[in-house]
């Protein structure tokens, strides 16, 4: 794929010492609280330290001066577009984005469900859907944020009272590890539902961590499903079938991590959910692969799951001070138009971590810059499916 002059070899700027965001544009408490919690707790993205470029970047990555909006909304002065008004899909686009994109399209009509108020614990009200949304999270790229996004946004969810399930469908069980869930070879998982026709029931495991929060977990044994699954009768539809044969009401949401590959285990997720959260993230490579992802997408609503829309599209990984993140997220609000969640997720050293300590990023550092980001865009989401 050619170079577009939007994306190209940027020039190179001054970077700038900006370790901490400011300009916070979420309540004045948890702001305080991101800053001083990520102040001292030292939270700096090493890959970012000031005076170093991105990692992956080494050659061209440049930064913005000023400062790092980098706590989960949209930069006013970085060329994202900020909330409010958008952009429709196709103004401004670089030629990266609309040769990646061809023939890419999502709807943008709104997810049309009843809701009832429901208490946050922090006193918040957050909308909560008078039936289940399932809700995939796929991107074959590797790497991009699904699992992170699954997981934080479903205990952002769950921390608010939404009864949540994970459903990992990735063989290497990343989501299931970041819950705290066990997942080695003996543990009933959803291998078990796709191949030996197990229940979904007999699987499901609460998460320790966060009340509410619920997980399907995936062992290693998932790997083979991809051939075993090619022999099996209604091989696409077996993760909705389960689904259906499970009480899904008693969620208010059901979210289904995907691997990074378009197989049968991502096409099961489709067949599966009635939404599709793509996460994009915020570097040069990011929007490769999107339009087949659509086609996909496309495909499988004409043949096998009518109701799937894109409903999200969430940006991951940004770096405020770079010139590139910004570009990237201008070009994909400008093709993707309203799906596009206002917030987006910054670069944190304390999302990386958590998972290691088999945790969410939401109670592994509730005050850092990525688990206020992932509840502002859970929240988003909660209400995106309100009726007004
Ligand atoms: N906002 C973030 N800040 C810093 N690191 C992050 C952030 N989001 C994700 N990461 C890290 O990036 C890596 C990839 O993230 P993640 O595993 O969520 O991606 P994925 O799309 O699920 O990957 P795969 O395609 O392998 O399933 C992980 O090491 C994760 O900890
Ligand atoms: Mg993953």
Same mark, same amino acid.
């Given at each position: ?9 940027? *020039?190179?700027?001054? /970077? ?5 965001? =400011? ?8 702001? $305080?609280?991101?800053?001083? =919690? ?7 993205? %090493? ?6 470029? %991105? ?27 900020? $909330? ?34 429901? #208490? ?6 957050? #909308? ?36 949540? &399930? ?8 990343? $989501? ?19 191949? /030996?026709?197990?229940? !979904? ?7 320790? /961590? ?15 499903? /991809?051939?075993? +699954? ?34 049968? +285990? ?10 599709? +959260? ?14 087949? &992802?659509?086609?996909?997408? *496309? !495909? ?13 599209? !969430? ?8 010139? &590139? ?15 596009? +969640? ?34 502002? $865009? ?11």
């Amino acid at each position: 794929m050619s170079t577009g002059p939007g994306l190209g070899r940027p *020039d190179r700027a001054d /970077e700038s010492p900006d370790e901490q965001p =400011s300009g916070l544009g979420g309540p004045g408490e948890d702001a $305080a609280r991101a800053a001083s =919690s990520a102040g001292t707790r030292g939270e700096a993205d %090493p890959g970012t330290a000031p005076g170093t470029a %991105p990692s992956g970047h080494a050659m061209w990555g440049t930064t913005t001066s000023g400062t790092a909006e980098n706590v989960g909304y949209v930069p006013t002065n970085a060329g994202a577009q900020p $909330a409010g008004p958008r952009k429709g899909p196709t103004q401004g686009e670089s030629e990266l984005v609309r040769e990646a994109l061809k023939d890419a399209k999502v709807s943008h009509e709104t997810t049309a469900t009843a809701v009832r108020p429901m #208490p946050g614990r922090r006193g918040k009200e957050w #909308p909560r859907p008078d039936r289940c949304r399932i809700i995939t999270i796929a991107n074959q790229k590797g790497g991009v944020g699904k699992t992170t996004s699954s997981v934080n946004l479903a205990a952002s969810l769950a921390m608010h009272g939404a009864q949540v &399930l994970v459903v990992d469908l990735d063989p290497q069980g990343n $989501a299931s590890t970041a819950l705290g869930v066990e997942h080695h070879a003996e543990v009933p998982s959803i291998y078990d539902v796709l191949i /030996e026709d197990m229940a !979904l029931a007999d699987i499901v495991v609460p998460a320790p /961590e966060i009340p509410n929060l619920y997980c399907a977990p995936a062992t290693l044994n998932l790997a083979g499903a /991809e051939i075993e +699954l090619v022999s099996k009768v209604a091989r696409e539809s077996r993760l909705r079938r389960a689904l259906d044969a499970y009480d899904t009401d008693k969620y208010d949401y059901v979210l289904i991590d995907c691997p990074p590959s378009l197989g049968l +285990l991502t096409v099961n997720a489709l067949v599966g959910g009635d939404e599709l +959260l793509i996460p994009i993230q915020c570097e040069y490579y990011a929007l490769e692969g999107l339009g087949q &992802l659509i086609r996909t997408v *496309d !495909l499988v609503k004409a043949h096998l799951n009518q109701k799937l829309k894109v409903s999200t599209i !969430l940006l991951t990984m940004y770096d405020a001070r770079t010139r &590139l993140a910004a570009q990237v997220a201008e070009d994909v609000r400008n093709h993707f138009g309203d799906v596009v +969640l206002n917030t987006v997720i910054p670069r944190s050293v304390r999302v990386s971590e958590a998972p290691s300590y088999g945790q969410s990023v939401m109670t592994y550092d509730p005050g850092s810059s990525g688990a206020l980001a992932y509840s502002e $865009a859970a929240s988003e989401m909660a209400h995106g499916g309100a009726v007004q």
